[in-house]
């Protein structure tokens, strides 16, 4: 018998048109390891909350068809009291911590199951060394990196023992070899787990079976080998994003960083004596671990920052978009978000818009908007204002692959006119992007 | 010390600060409660103080002009309509410096409350306070939150700066608030929070310190009452 079953499940959220979920029916196993792929906004996240209670329950809307886990009907019983059988890691690890410290926050949710208090910091603390965290156990949540933080999320999940982890792009802010950690370890709990990525390369190499949304339909439901060759024929780039085809021209150079210095105060430095020049018609993509300094690189770049000590020199306008994109959302209307960077001139906020795949969607508030489309709005908030030196940090955070070949199409058609510099930890897009590669290490740059 | 304790501590010395006459005894209780305060780390505190000097100043230098009181003139200004004769009594400076102290002693137990005390195991101890462990960090989420806008604004090219460019940003950080107590309240019910049946993890022993804070807390609310 399934751990959890969906059967005939439609749901559409209160206050919109289309169902976010279409007649969708599948079967989860106990102890198998499934991903959801589909681009952004095709329900993956919704399937997630259905099979935690949380839709219908948290969200309202209109729920059709049967959700069953372990047994129990989620239209019966509240989320939290599936808690403890379902587990949830969420998109956005900054958004789900309630207390201070690390390990009780990993206790919290076992307190709130009624675990015996005895038993409680012990199972907390084993949970954290099952994820390989248990260094962080002191540590106030505060001070963790994005990394770290995921890591915790997942540890406050395993410690309650479900039967089955939900983790909503769990990855999202870790470096590859991080990303490579999180997911042997998700491999090798023994529960079921439904995993939603948009990085599907890792997640394809351990997964039992493949399910693809798209608006809301599920269209593929496939034991991992089949879902390979299903994805090859109709999604390729969710395989492999396509090769650079852009070439280079680069010309004088709009921005050089030399024997650069920074650190933040009461810390080492975390830049120490870097070069770096960036030329325009070119596209730089800066690599390296978590934590290895390329956020401070590119806000030194970009002016947000002055070095300690070295020379930053810049030519024209250098305009940087920040890792979260809830920052563009100051403006009630999309457009007029856009406009702000255009002494409001609607007209090529509109048309901005239309570029990253937004057109149509002027009059909507940002903060009605899904994710990867909140991070096109941003992008096209940082791009109208036609820099000579762009910065992106993360651009491609929540952005599906077919997205970001867009996105890669759209820096090369610019590319020419400015300078281009691209923080990221998702190697694909690096090489779908970059003209060339710099990589951080702990020692050295290597260029 | 237990938080439980040296929240007593903290709110005697705001208490006592409110209940003392005495301009010398409230500009001491001030100072110990922002001695207390400069041991949080300077990044984190300075939002805190900073917010309070701003307060008790402007309380200072608006309580002459409000309050009419006293016959010792140290200043005679000229005659406004509505207001009258603008006039400032040493009386009156007086009493501002009182009030100002109060106040900026009150701001320092709370950013003392805020900075340096435990809230995961304070509220512990006061189990239907959860939410106000989530208020409580609501101040430095907000501060963060604030920082980002003016950054992410920055990179685009245009600087915040005046009281209209940050007052336009207080409706995005109220957005953002909500939004962000929507997706922490989601996460906190994915946790089983509310499920009857509730356990916690087993509190610290009560010590001799903590009483003697208690102790030492109800004698500095009386010394404040009766003797400052």
């Known amino acids: 018998m399934a751990l ?40 993956k996240s919704t399937l997630l909350r259905a099979f935690a209670g949380l839709v219908p329950h948290f969200h309202g809307g209109r729920f059709e068809g049967r959700v069953e886990v372990a047994g129990r009907d989620t239209r019966c019983v509240r989320p939290a009291e599936l808690a403890g059988t379902v587990a949830s890691v969420f998109q956005d690890p900054e958004e789900q911590v309630v207390l201070t410290q690390v390990a009780r926050e990993v206790a919290f949710g076992l307190e709130n199951l009624g675990a015996a208090p005895n038993e409680i910091l012990p199972r907390a603390h084993h949970a954290l060394a099952a994820v390989g965290a248990e260094h962080l156990a002191d540590r106030p949540v505060a001070e963790l990196s994005g990394g770290e933080l995921q890591r915790v999320c997942l540890a ?292 | 010390m237990r938080p439980a304790a040296a929240v007593a501590l903290l709110a005697a010395l705001a208490a006592a600060a409110l209940l003392a006459e005495h301009v010398w005894a409230v500009a001491v209780v001030t100072a110990v409660l922002l001695a207390v305060c400069l041991r949080a780390p300077r990044g984190r505190r300075r939002f805190y103080l900073l917010g309070t000097a701003v307060s008790a100043g402007a309380l200072f230098l608006l309580t002459p002009f409000i309050e009419t009181i006293g016959s010792h003139p140290v200043w005679t200004g000229p005659i406004v309509p509505v207001l009258g004769q603008l006039d400032v009594t040493r009386e009156e400076v007086t009493s501002a410096a009182l009030n100002a102290l109060r106040l900026a002693a009150v701001g320092f137990a709370f950013a003392a409350y805020a900075l340096l005390l435990d809230h995961d195991r304070l509220l512990q101890t006061v189990r239907f306070a959860r939410p106000a462990a989530l208020a409580t960090r609501l101040m430095p989420t907000l501060e963060r939150d604030a920082a980002g806008f003016v950054e992410a604004l920055r990179g685009r090219g245009m600087e915040v700066s005046g009281v209209r460019g940050r007052a336009a940003l207080l409706s995005p950080l109220l957005a953002s608030s909500l939004e962000r107590g929507m997706n922490l309240a989601e996460a906190m019910e994915a946790r089983g929070y509310g499920r009857p049946g509730r356990s916690n993890v087993p509190r610290p022993p009560w010590r001799a310190i903590d009483s003697a804070g208690l102790l030492v807390a109800g004698a500095i609310v009386i010394t404040g009452k009766l003797w400052l």
């Open chain 1, 4 to 43: 959890a079953r969906a059967e005939c499940l439609t749901f559409t959220y209160p206050e919109s048109a289309a169902p976010a979920l279409r007649d969708v029916s599948v079967e989860i196993e106990a102890g198998e390891m499934v991903a959801v792929f589909g681009a952004s906004g095709s329900g």
């Open chain 1, 156 to 447: 406050s999940a395993v410690a309650l023992e479900p039967q089955l982890l939900l983790l909503d792009e769990p990855t999202s802010q870790l470096d590859p070899e991080g990303a490579d950690a999180f997911l042997e370890l998700v491999a090798e709990l023994d529960v079921a787990v439904l995993v939603s990525e948009q990085r599907p390369r890792r997640v394809l190499e351990r997964a039992d079976r493949v399910l693809f949304l798209e608006r809301g339909r599920l269209l593929l439901d496939a034991p991992a080998s089949t879902a390979q060759e299903w994805l090859r024929e109709n999604c390729p780039r969710w395989l492999d994003l396509p090769a650079n085809g852009h070439v280079s021209q680069p010309r004088e150079a709009v921005c050089r960083l030399r024997q650069v210095q920074f650190g933040y105060p009461a810390g080492l430095p975390v830049v120490d004596g870097l070069d770096l020049e960036l030329a325009r018609g070119e596209i730089v993509a800066l690599l390296g671990p978590n934590g290895s300094g390329k956020t401070t690189i590119a806000k030194l770049a970009a002016g947000l920052l002055e070095p300690d000590s070295g020379v930053v020199e810049r030519r024209g306008r250098a305009a940087m978009l920040l890792q979260d994109p809830s920052r563009y959302c100051i403006r009630e209307r999309a457009d007029d978000e856009v406009a702000l960077g255009v002494r409001g001139d609607r007209g090529r906020a509109g048309a901005m818009l239309a570029s990253v795949g937004l057109g149509g969607f002027e009059e909507r508030h940002p903060r009605d908007l899904s994710c990867g489309e909140r991070e096109r709005l941003a992008l096209a908030s940082v791009l109208v204002v036609e820099p000579d030196l762009l910065v992106l940090d993360e651009p491609t955070r929540g952005v599906d692959p077919e997205r970001k070949t867009e996105l890669a199409s759209l820096l090369h058609e610019g590319a020419e006119r400015r300078a281009t510099l691209v923080v990221t930890h998702d190697e694909d897009f690096a090489r779908a992007v970059a003209d060339r590669a710099v990589v951080l290490g702990r020692e050295a740059v290597y260029v």
